[in-house]
């Protein structure tokens, strides 16, 4: 997946993907992950999730990292919110507070950009990989953010042949990709109702979510 397939489904609004709410996940299970506390949250791959301003009501600074300026752009329009601009190479910066998004490539990302980083949010960037490329966006990932690092992971791993993203990914591939480096935690998987609006939008059969806890070692 170039990055080009994604500036291309932005600019179209093809972004089926994009929630438009606060995941349900998150608000029941994020207390458990973070606690009381307020320490930093990276989202990667983060589009223009509304999760980011949940996290962020909650006192928690947001790093997310995003390939599309529209996403960006939107993301702070879209809540009457207005965002300082800083051009820059590998990332453009939008900043807001504490929260800020930083447009350009994942695999751009070096470990002293998330040194301050403590939480990891992951309902989108995974399942948005092909499978050629989880592997390598795992390894990145557990090479830029600190040792103890916490993550919510929330997947989907459904039957039917769809081109995704958003890509099903097996509970046992979790184990596979996360299992070296990370302590895990399977939450809870729950299936997906036929008449549940993304599973029937996408005509989806055995669909179902499930939530990780990952503790980095």
């Not at 459904?158 to 070296?180: A, C, H, M, R, W």
């Amino acid at each position: 997946m170039e990055h080009e397939f994604w500036h291309e489904r932005w600019a179209k609004k093809e972004i089926g993907f994009h929630e438009g709410t606060v995941n349900q996940y998150l608000y029941d299970h994020w207390p458990e992950l973070a606690g009381k506390g307020t320490d930093a949250v990276f989202v990667p791959l983060c589009g223009k999730a509304h999760d980011m301003w949940w996290l962020h009501d909650r006192g928690h600074p947001i790093i997310g990292v995003e390939l599309s300026e529209i996403a960006c752009k939107d993301f702070f329009e879209e809540a009457g919110e207005k965002a300082k601009i800083h051009p820059g190479e590998p990332f453009i910066t939008f900043k807001h507070d504490d929260l800020q998004l930083w447009c350009g490539d994942f695999f751009q990302l070096a470990p002293d950009d998330l040194k301050n980083i403590r939480l990891v949010y992951d309902r989108a960037a995974l399942i948005a990989l092909p499978p050629n490329m989880r592997k390598g966006y795992v390894e990145h990932l557990t090479a830029v953010i600190p040792d103890g690092t916490r993550i919510l992971l929330i997947t989907l791993d459904y039957d039917t042949e769809i081109k995704g993203p958003p890509f099903n990914v097996s509970n046992e591939e979790v184990q596979e990709l996360y299992q070296d480096d990370y302590e895990i935690e399977h939450v809870l998987t729950n299936n997906l109702a036929k008449d549940h609006p993304f599973a029937k939008r996408r005509g989806l059969e055995g669909a179902s979510e499930s939530v990780f806890r990952l503790t980095k070692l």
